[in-house]
Structure formats: C-alpha cells, structure tokens
C-alpha cells in the first residue's frame, strides 16, 4: 500500500487546515487509519485514528492534547482519510505521517510538514 499526504502548509495561529491521505488502489477501506506527527528531537506520536468500521460501528480517537480541535474522517468511499485541523497552535507544528494497518502490517506515508507560526 503506498499513501500519499497532502494538505500541510504554513497557518497562523488559531487557523486551520486539511490533512488529506490517498492510498493507492481501492484498499484503505480495509485498513486502520491513523494520523501520526512528529517534531525534530521528538518521538512519534500519535494524533489520531479511525477503525475500519461504518456507522455505528465506526470508532475515532484523538490524543488529549487535538481533542475538540482536530477531526478525523474517511472520504471518498473510505478510500481517503483526513485530518481536519482547527484553531491551531505553534506547539502542533510536525511533520503529519498517514498510517495503515491491517493484521499487523503498517504502511507510513512520506509525511506533510504542518508550520503554525506568525
């Protein structure tokens, strides 16, 4: 599976902006999806995540710290998963990775730098 980031940039403070990952082939509705960041000097961490489950069934969490800011979503038939980041703050600023994973495989993109700064 290869994933393809798109979206960062940089924002100001207290802006928002769209993560979007697209994996290729119809595949994505078949993994777990997540969104990892990571700083320099900094360990990986996750943000977010999202199981491969509809309605009901479908379960999302966030790390305490993007709680009620950040959003995470399948798009596009599940074959897109994004990460709608809002009222952001220069502590967010990472380089966002989009993982898969199914049955113990994990699939990493090539990450999108995200900047808050002024």
């Known amino acids: 599976v290869q994933l393809v980031e798109s979206g960062g940039g ?3 403070p207290g802006g928002s902006l769209r993560l979007s990952c697209a994996g290729s082939g119809r595949v994505l ?12 000097g900094s360990q990986r961490e996750l943000v977010a995540e999202i199981n491969t489950g509809v309605g009901s069934r479908q379960v999302k969490s966030y ?3 993007v709680k009620g800011r950040f959003t995470i979503s399948r798009e596009e038939s599940n074959e897109i ?13 990472a380089v ?7 049955g113990g495989m994990s699939y990493w993109g090539q990450g999108t ?3 808050v700064a002024s």
Do not use: G, H
């Open 10 to 12: 940089l924002v100001q």
């Open 63 to 65: 790390a305490e710290t």
């Open 113 to 115: 730098q995200v900047t």
């Open 81 to 93: 998963v994004s990460l709608q980041m809002n009222d952001l703050k220069p502590e967010v600023s």
């Open 29 to 40: 509705a078949y993994y777990n999806l997540a969104w990892y960041r990571q700083s320099p």
């Open 96 to 102: 966002y990775y989009c993982n898969a994973e199914v």
